[in-house]
């Protein structure tokens, strides 16, 4: 009924499985009938925790991708102005930083650390300070705000996992004493009997050893 579209995830469910099928005629669709196995999200507790953990953190997630588009932008800015015509003058093998657009891609692959010390190498034979922009870029996103996102999905976590221990700890879910109407069934009378037969043999041998004790000591 309606209780279907209140829950996200069964929502999430329905739009996988009408999209695999209405998109099945189009071939350029048919590749995201892959899509259908995000359907385990549902299905396993931590993936789902960890999905919900990445939307409470949404918007801190945005602040972050804001600063770190405003840096890219300040960085592709300067680092345009300071080495666009080296393509043109040979002094490079690849347009990295001709255009705004080539400086955003590079630096996009800089902050991946994917081969970013060649490009560095060879804007350095032309000039020999070039390290410094570089390495403040570098420092400043693949090791500060990076690892700041990943912090902010850490705690998050951790913030749920608290909840999650805080609510089973709570009152409706405390471990309940058997009940009493349990305690007279059939079958726990007959294992008490069973119990006190046994201790009765037992009882009995200990005291046969003793007597066998005394009379070979006498």
Avoid at 66 to 72: A, H, N
Avoid at 100 to 119: C, K, N, P, R, V
Wanted: glycine share 4%; aromatic share 14%.
């Amino acid at each position: 009924g309606i209780n279907l579209f209140r829950d996200g995830f069964l929502v999430f469910d329905m739009l996988i499985v009408a999209m695999s099928w209405t998109l099945v005629n189009v071939n350029a669709f048919r590749a995201f009938r892959i899509f259908r196995v995000m359907r385990l999200i549902t299905r396993i507790d931590t993936l789902k925790n960890l999905v919900v953990a990445l939307f409470n953190v949404f918007p801190k997630m945005s602040a972050i991708f804001m600063l770190l588009l405003l840096l890219f932008y300040i960085f592709s800015v300067m680092f345009t102005q300071l080495f666009k015509r080296m393509y043109e003058e040979d002094l490079v093998e690849e347009p990295y930083f001709d255009t705004i657009f080539h400086s955003l891609f590079t630096l996009f692959q800089m902050l991946t650390l994917d081969e970013w010390a060649g490009i560095l190498r060879q804007i350095q034979r032309t000039y020999p300070w070039a390290w410094m922009p570089f390495v403040l870029f570098i420092f400043i996103t693949s090791f500060v705000v990076v690892n700041l996102i990943i912090a902010v999905i850490c705690d998050a976590v951790r913030v749920l996992g608290t909840e999650a221990k805080t609510n089973l700890e709570a009152p409706g879910y405390a471990i309940l004493p058997p009940s009493p109407a349990y305690a007279s069934t059939p079958r726990l009378e007959e294992l008490q009997q069973k119990m006190g037969e046994i201790l009765h043999v037992q009882n009995q041998m200990r005291a046969t050893i003793k007597v066998l004790t005394r009379r070979r000591g006498a």
